[in-house]
C-alpha cells in the first residue's frame, strides 16, 4: 500500500512501473500498468530492455484514499504461448466478467496479443491457452462504446514489429514506409461478445490532416508510432497515441470509432525517458490522464513510474496541452 495520490508524483514507488491503463470499475479507479524489472540487459530498438515479465494491479478508491497494489495479478509462466515480454496491458468489463489484454512474444518471437479473466477487477487474471487468432504487435486498448459493442486498438512501431505486417503477414525484414508516404495507422477490430476473439480481420486506422489528407512516415510530430487509447466525450471518439521518436502524446478525432480521425493536437510534451505511454478517464466528473515518466530512476527508459494529471477540455471540444515541464 502506498500513500494517497499526489498529480505528477509516483502512484507508488515499490517497483517500477508503466504504460497505465486507467479504468473505473466498481466505483474505483483501478490502473492496469506493465512492471518494469530492474536489470542489466541490452538495451535497443528491438526492445530488449523491456524485460517484464508479470502484471500488477493498483487501485485507488478516490484522490483521498492511499493505492493500493493488489500484487501479481498475472506471471509469464502461466501462459502456455508466451515466451517473454510482457508489455503494456489494457482490461475490460463485460459479461459480469473481467477481461486482460496484453502482449507478449510467441516462441517464434513474434508478438500477439492474449486475454486473461478474472471475477475481480484486481485478478488475479487467468490466461485463455492461446493468444487472439489474427492478433499481432503490441499496445491492446479496448474501448467500450454506449452500445455495449467492444473495440480493441493495438500496434506499435520497431520491437513493437507492425511495420512487418504491411503485406496481412508476418515479414520480419520488412521496414516501415517511405517518409512521404501515409505512415502506418493503429489496427482497429471487433470483439466477440464473450471479448476473447477478434471479429473479421483487423483495418488500419486512417489519421489525416486539417485538410483530409494523410499525415506522412516522416511528420515524426504528428505519425502514429504506439500506445493507442481511445475515450469518448460529447459524441466525439478521441484516438490518443505516442509520437515514439518525439516523444509527445497527441491526439486525434472522428465521429467514427473506426475512423478516419483527424489530427488536432498534442496532450502531453516529452517526458523525462524515452517512451510516453498513456489512457485517459473520467472519474467524478472530471478527466484524468495517467501517464508514466523516467523520473524515479534519472532518466533509465525500462525504469519507469506511472503518474496521473487532470485534463482539460476547452469549449471546443479540444483538449488543454499538458507542459510536463511545468507540472
Known sequence: MNNKPT?????????????????????KIYIYPSHDLDHDGPNNDNGDQYAMEDYHV????????PVVDHGEAMHLKDIPWASKQLWA????YKNETYYLYYPARDHDGIF?????????????????????EGSFSIDPAVFMD??????????????GQLEKWQTGIFKPDETGPEQETPAL?????????????????PQEISIVDE??????AGDEDRRYFEGPWVHKHNGWYYLSYSTGTTHKLVYAISQNPLGPFTFKGTILTPVIGWTTHHSIVEFEDKWYLFYHDSSMSDGVN???????????FNEDGTIKTIHYNDL
Open 7 to 27: 498529480p505528477n508524483q509516483p502512484l507508488v514507488t515499490h517497483i517500477y512501473t508503466a504504460d497505465p491503463s486507467a479504468h473505473v470499475f466498481e466505483g
Open 58 to 65: 493498483l487501485s485507488i478508491d478516490n484522490f483521498d484514499s
Open 89 to 92: 496491458p489494457d482490461a475490460a
Open 112 to 132: 500477439r496479443i492474449g486475454v486473461a479473466t478474472s471475477a475481480s477487477p484486481a485478478g488475479p487474471f487467468a490466461p485463455e491457452p492461446t493468444y487472439m
Open 146 to 159: 454506449d452500445d455495449n459493442q467492444a473495440f480493441i486498438y493495438f500496434g506499435g512501431l520497431w520491437g
Open 185 to 201: 495507422g493503429p489496427r482497429v477490430a471487433l470483439l466477440s461478445d464473450d471479448m476473447l476473439s477478434i471479429q473479421g480481420v
Open 211 to 216: 485538410n483530409g489528407l494523410p499525415i506522412t
Open 302 to 312: 525500462h525504469k519507469r513510474c506511472v503518474k496521473y494529471t487532470e485534463l482539460h
